[in-house]
């Protein structure tokens, strides 16, 4: 969006533009707003203001423990608050990706742009595993900003240079002397908030274990997520919006149950009650009957994306139609001459299949100014959210409020306002606030889906690695369609690029002779990103093929990555390091035999994703089922990882741990079939996850580094579905390139 926004003229004209910073985040009764992150009651809590999405990735307490570390708190007076919408709040790592790989001056620029871009549209959003890299040192900046303010107020009380008074666990501290800060809030100055604070050099809370802030409420039932919002006079919505594209046709006035209220709009049908069941039994009763639009996503829709690779090795068109090849190196045809493996990946579409469904909560009335809307929703973007409701209601977005909630699962879906929107529109229909929520079909049933990818690798290689690596990948533009229903259409059309196949085209490995090609696929089906986005199956694919070529250069796997990872310590230090949690490789010659007759066998997968380096082993077990078909069972899985700097190794751990659950599920089970607009898996029994029974024994060591740091949402993801391909070949002897592993 950046990198479309800089080349369509948003990054000029900035001097026009009105720069006044506005601090709308306030203060409550006996409480000192230091800053727009920071702010201290008389009580001595500390409050930080958290820009990002908390949905159980911990970044709630992760934001807090960086400015905490800064200001010298005490973690047990420290709390959070979501932040509201303006410029203060906005994400400044928006660029990251797009500027990863760029040199100097041009990586500053591209971050730059970014920054200000967001910052003039109020772009709050969280995604891409970006909040600790994007607000690290802004927040360790606010901590200090915060600090020396404190410090030189307690420094003119006792009269001493400021310069040697300093702060800890919650007090301003110069030699035997101790003052809580609530004791110098009364003193304090703005025009002592430096222009460039002094940041700590040893950091005493960020890289510790502390208890994150969100988990005694989660344990106690107490904590308030998007489905817990209460409003007087709150009716129940049920929504119900037939097959993907499809119009319904006007329903008059049917017989509604006592206590039912019809709303019909574009794209849905609704009921109203004073409960949910009640309103979802009537709904559901609506004769309703729907129109198909054109071209209803269906099994066309997976033969269009097998056929996308049809492309490969043409030419592409002037926008990038069809395919395009988006990197090529040395000498491919040369290499691959006289005996190149080859070998085709296929994999669906899924769902984001978050445990909490689409819901809102949506207040509409009027004002002296006009129409204005509440809205109180588990969103991972207010900007997109109040957006989305504007856009519904054709009012003006400064009209919206937006109030996020806990997240009771996001991974991508909950980026977008559709929910909100809707909310939005029945609430004005019916005259009163309104929580709308989505029924488990709908939420199947409408997702923003992870698209459907083939790919078709050419390899060769030697003892020493690989010489020669052609690959078509075709999938559809997943950022076009993101950009189409949230951005504008400034953003262009689908077209074939290498952010499509990240993580397909700068590969950790040597390789002499490369060449990468993105052929464009069609889709009618709404695609959004899910967790890990590209690298969800260009992991799966890259790994899996690296496998393939290492076995027949007759090359144990980890030594044939680690001989093309010289010049790459960090990626080798991770990659030894879970060779040594969880090796050797291959087949588990004692897991064989037996009434079972199961097999046992070890695989490893390497994927850099969001600024981190993750390895992962998977020990799978193969029994034989009907048919001759081999059914998997991943018992224990190793996950070595370099993030950079570590603000909370528990974190880190954990979502290590829920990346490769959310993959394992997807890599196992997860697969969308359309038909005639309809989704065929519509609920848990047909798109199973793993349970606790069935979840393998994880363990994570997470590298030291003084690295930047790194994502870790979503890097946890990429590796497991490879891992547990090359896992099965070694338990099987069968190449396993086709996702899911277990067939419906």
């Known amino acids: 969006m950046i990198a479309a926004a800089a080349g369509t003229g948003l990054a000029i004209g900035w001097a026009v533009w009105p720069r006044a910073a506005r601090l709308n985040w306030t203060a409550g009764p006996n409480e000192t707003l230091i800053n727009a992150y920071v702010k201290i009651g008389a009580d001595g809590r500390v409050t930080v203001a958290a820009a990002q999405a908390e949905m159980g990735q911990g970044i709630w307490s992760a934001l807090a423990q960086i400015l905490a570390d800064e200001l010298g708190a005490d973690w047990q007076t420290v709390g959070v608050e979501p932040a509201p919408l303006g410029p203060d709040y906005a994400n400044p790592g928006l660029a990251l990706g797009a500027a990863a790989d760029q040199s100097e001056p041009m990586r500053s620029l591209i971050l730059g742009t970014g920054r200000r871009v967001a910052r003039f549209l109020d772009f709050q959003i969280t995604g891409g595993s970006n909040s600790v890299r994007a607000w690290e040192m802004p927040l360790r900046a606010a901590g200090a900003t915060a600090r020396e303010m404190l410090v030189k107020a307690a420094a003119r009380r006792w009269q001493v240079d400021w310069a040697d008074v300093d702060t800890a666990d919650g007090f301003v501290v110069y030699k035997a002397n101790r003052l809580p800060f609530r004791a110098v809030l009364a003193d304090l ?42 409003l007087p006079g709150m009716g129940y919505a049920a929504i119900v919006q037939g097959p993907l594209g499809a119009t319904a046709a006007p329903l008059g006035k049917p017989i509604l149950p006592p206590g039912i209220t019809l709303v019909q709009e574009a794209g849905f049908v609704a009921c109203v009650a004073d409960n949910w069941y009640a309103a979802h039994k009537a709904v559901t009763a609506l004769p309703i009957k729907w129109q198909l639009g054109k071209d209803p996503p269906g099994p066309w829709q997976l033969a269009a994306v097998r056929g996308a690779l049809a492309a490969e090795g043409k030419p592409f068109g002037p926008q990038g139609q069809v395919g395009k090849v988006v990197r090529d190196e040395g000498d491919v045809a040369a290499a691959l001459k006289g005996g190149a493996l080859t070998a085709e990946y296929n994999l669906p579409f899924l769902a984001h299949a978050c445990l909490e469904p689409m819901t ?42 937006v109030h996020p909630t806990l997240i009771g699962g996001g991974f991508g879906r909950k980026v977008e306002g559709d929910a909100c929107a809707q909310a939005a529109l029945i609430a004005r229909a019916v005259g009163r606030p309104v929580q709308l929520i989505w029924s488990r079909e709908e939420d199947f049933g409408h997702d923003m889906y992870r698209p459907a990818v083939a790919a078709r690798l050419h390899g060769r290689a030697a003892p020493g690695g690989i010489t020669g690596w052609n690959a078509a990948i075709a999938v559809p533009d997943v950022g076009a369609a993101f950009a189409g229903r949230n951005i504008g259409s400034f953003v262009g059309g689908p077209s074939a690029s290498a952010g499509a196949i990240e993580g397909a085209v700068e590969l950790p490995y040597a390789i002499p002779n490369m060449r990468v090609q993105h052929c464009l696929a069609d889709c009618t089906a709404p695609l959004g990103f899910w967790r890990s986005v590209g690298h969800s199956f ?130 196992l089970f997860g697969r969308i ?62 190449r396993w390139r086709n996702l899911p592993f277990v067939s419906a």
């Open 189 to 230: 100055d703005p025009d002592d908030a430096p222009e460039e604070p002094a940041l700590r050099t040893v950091r005493k809370l960020a890289g510790k274990p502390v208890l994150r802030l969100d988990i005694p409420a989660k344990v106690d039932g107490s904590a308030r997520f998007g489905i817990d919002v209460r």
């Open 360 to 401: 809102a909560t949506a207040r509409v009335g009027g004002g002296t100014g006009g129409l204005r809307a509440e809205i109180w929703a588990p969103t991972q973007s207010a900007s997109f959210a109040a957006r989305a409701v504007a856009r519904a209601l054709d009012i003006d977005g400064d009209d919206v409020v």
């Open 538 to 667: 260009t992991g799966f694919i890259v790994e899996s093929f690296v496998d393939e070529l290492a076995f027949a250069a007759a090359v144990d796997p980890a030594a044939f990555r680690l001989a093309m990872l010289k010049d790459k310590p960090r990626h080798a230090a991770v990659l030894q390091a879970v060779l040594e949690m969880g090796g050797p490789l291959g087949r588990d010659e004692g897991g064989g035999g037996g009434p079972t007759n199961r097999q046992v066998g070890r695989g490893i997968a390497l994927v850099e994703s969001f600024g981190s380096i993750v390895a992962q082993i998977a020990e799978v077990e193969a029994v034989p089922g009907p048919n001759g078909n081999w059914r998997p069972r991943v018992t224990r899985v190793w996950a070595a990882v370099d993030c950079g700097r570590v603000i909370n190794p528990d974190t880190v751990a954990a979502q290590i741990e829920g990346g490769i659950i959310y993959g394992l599920s997807a890599a």
């Open 673 to 734: 079939d359309f038909d005639g607009g309809a989704v065929v898996q519509n609920n848990f029994h047909a798109y199973p996850l793993v349970t606790m029974v069935d979840c393998p024994e994880i363990e994570t060591r997470i590298i030291a580094s003084d690295a930047d740091p790194g994502g870790i949402g979503e890097p946890g993801t990429p590796p497991i579905a490879a891992a547990v391909a090359n896992a099965l070949f070694a338990a099987t002897g069968k």
